[in-house]
């Protein structure tokens, strides 16, 4: 047939091309470890990319190799991404929060071939470095002397051209954080993270335009920092970012340099309500706050929209690009009341155009979305895993090409979707489930509770029964009796957990979330004093 349209592949570069050349001034503003400040533009970071890119190539690096990173959220990280990918390089993202035998496991496992990191992760460098076996070259982000990221790219003149090649070509690695067995790789491609970051900048996503400006709380190295600094290319917005993640240094500079969206888990919040509370401040331009990662509570998300934030309530993982769904305001969102636009937010939102949902159970059948039948979640869609990086674990999805998730969920009518637990998480008592996160954010909207964790424990009669760990917020005196009065309004009378205990702290994942496997064991010959 005669006619047709313009092939272009579709590649990362294309989006840094995009933000240098149409958002060429939008500022990219950085908070370093050592309090220091620096300013750069989209322009300043396509120049540096293809400096770090030629820089690449002149250590031998050759398309498709692994260029990791141990790094905190500033504009050398970003520069490292697209020099990297620029290249036709795989950028690695190193969750550096991670045990020693798992850094060890990721570098390896990936062959990583440079490693670039912050000097506050020196000691990490230090102590691995003879175990790390394909890492050649080492660079230092904020360092002096040869080895900075500066004295690098300062030798080149930025005058080079992106390797070109197929838009499947991998781009970024990023590892899932491994709560059991082995971490393991997802290996994102050109296409997939454009049509990703296209879809992020909707107004029912991210909503991100050039007048945005992010700070995004969550790291570089957890699931691509959501995929913002793909979408922010796309949209020229302007980025703020802090290498620290201090609560008086983000209020800061939220309020000096009018960050209008942010994003991050939900510890990021509970730690600026606790600063807000001490101090009197607030981030006064903040629009949008989106929280993912683990289910933001309700007291959390009313607390925000109180201040009049808007809330986008997100769900996904690192095998999912990472976003899955995301809030969603209803057609009617304007004649609902706050109560009922609060019980909106506090769902996973639905998907955006591209990615398809099912529920099913454990025989596999597809449940209705009725809000009320639940299984396990399964996602497809050209952002979503399709096998792992190696093939570790063998095939990832069907073969109709869904993957399942692991989480429990509902459906509802309109198209939101709710979490209702981790599938391994949730307590099973009397061949009834109980939602280990009901319960947690339940708790927590207590008075006086900082945080909580609920897991069942062996019962004779009821197989499991929940208790909940509660982690006090400073200074507070709250009692079991109150807390149990308060989740009695909340929640069925046999989801009330048979003990409460109070903790120092909880464990948690290198990506801030509860660690339960950790809990679990600790409480595995536990025996409830009724039972
Ligand atoms: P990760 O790949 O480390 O980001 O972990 C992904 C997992 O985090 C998901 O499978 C969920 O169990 C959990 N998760 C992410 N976002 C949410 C959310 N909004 N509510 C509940 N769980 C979430």
Redesign the pocket.
């Known amino acids: 047939m005669l006619g047709g349209m313009q092939d272009f592949e579709l590649r990362v570069p294309r989006l840094i091309d995009h933000a240098a050349r149409e958002h060429w001034g939008r500022e990219i503003v950085s908070r370093w470890a050592d309090g220091s400040e620096t300013r750069t533009t989209w322009a300043g970071i396509a120049r540096d990319a293809k400096k770090l890119a030629q820089a690449l190539e002149r250590m031998g690096l050759k398309p498709g190799d692994r260029v990791a990173t141990l790094g905190m959220n500033h504009s050398r990280h970003l520069v490292a991404w697209y020099g990297a990918i620029g290249m036709g390089g795989v950028i690695h993202t190193i969750n550096p929060r991670l045990f020693d035998e798992q850094l060890v496991y990721i570098a390896n496992h990936a062959e990583d071939r440079v490693l670039i990191y912050d000097k506050a992760f020196q000691p990490i460098v230090d102590r691995l470095r003879d175990q790390w076996t394909s890492i050649e070259q080492y660079i230092v982000f904020d360092g002096d002397g040869a080895s900075s990221f500066e004295a690098v790219i300062a030798g080149e003149d930025g005058n080079y051209a992106w390797h070109e090649g197929p838009e499947r070509d991998p781009c970024m690695l990023c590892y899932?954080?491994g709560t059991t067995g082995n971490p393991k790789g997802v290996l994102y491609t050109h296409r997939s993270t454009v049509i990703h970051a296209l879809a992020e900048i909707q107004p029912a996503v991210f909503d991100l335009d050039t007048r945005a400006v992010a700070l995004p709380v969550v790291p570089m190295f957890?699931?691509a920092a959501w995929g913002l600094p793909f979408a922010g290319a796309a949209a020229g917005i302007k980025f703020v970012y802090s290498a620290v993640n201090d609560p008086v240094v983000l209020c800061d500079l939220m309020n000096r340099e009018k960050v209008t969206h942010s994003a991050g888990v939900p510890t990021v919040w509970l730690a600026m309500f606790q600063h807000m509370d001490a101090t009197g401040a607030k981030p006064e331009h903040l629009q949008l706050v989106t929280?993912?990662?683990?289910?933001?509570p309700r007291a959390m998300i009313e607390r925000l929209m109180k201040m009049g934030i808007r809330v986008n309530?997100?769900?996904?993982?690192?095998?999912t690009s990472?976003i899955g769904t995301m809030g969603a305001r209803s057609p009617d969102w304007d004649d609902l009341s706050f109560e009922q636009r609060v019980d909106q937010v506090c769902r996973?939102g639905r998907v955006p155009f591209g990615v398809e949902l099912r529920v099913v159970d454990d025989e596999g059948v597809v449940q209705p979305r009725d809000g009320v039948s639940s299984g396990r979640l399964q996602i497809r869609g050209p952002w979503i895993i399709e096998q792992y990086f190696q093939d570790a674990g063998g095939a990832a999805v069907d073969a109709d090409n869904w993957f399942d998730?692991?989480?429990v969920s509902v459906l509802h009518p309109d198209g939101t979707m709710q979490?209702t637990d981790?599938a391994k998480d949730v307590i099973k008592s009397g061949g009834e489930w109980i939602s280990s996160?009901d319960l947690e954010n339940c708790a927590v909207g207590c008075a006086g509770v900082g945080e909580a964790a609920a897991i069942g424990v062996y019962h004779p009669k009821w197989d499991e029964r929940p208790i909940l760990l509660v982690v006090r917020k400073p200074g507070s005196e709250v009692t079991a009796d109150e807390i149990q009065a308060h989740l009695s309004k909340h929640v069925a009378k046999w989801w009330l957990p048979d003990e409460i205990h109070f903790v120092e702290s909880l464990p948690h994942t290198a990506?801030g979330?509860l660690l339960k496997t950790a809990i679990r064991d600790q409480y595995k010959d536990f025996k409830l004093a009724a039972a």
């Open positions: 899932t954080s957890h699931a929280i993912g990662g683990s289910a933001a309530h997100a769900w996904g993982m690192t095998e990472p996973q998730t692991g989480d979490i981790r996160v990506t979330k």
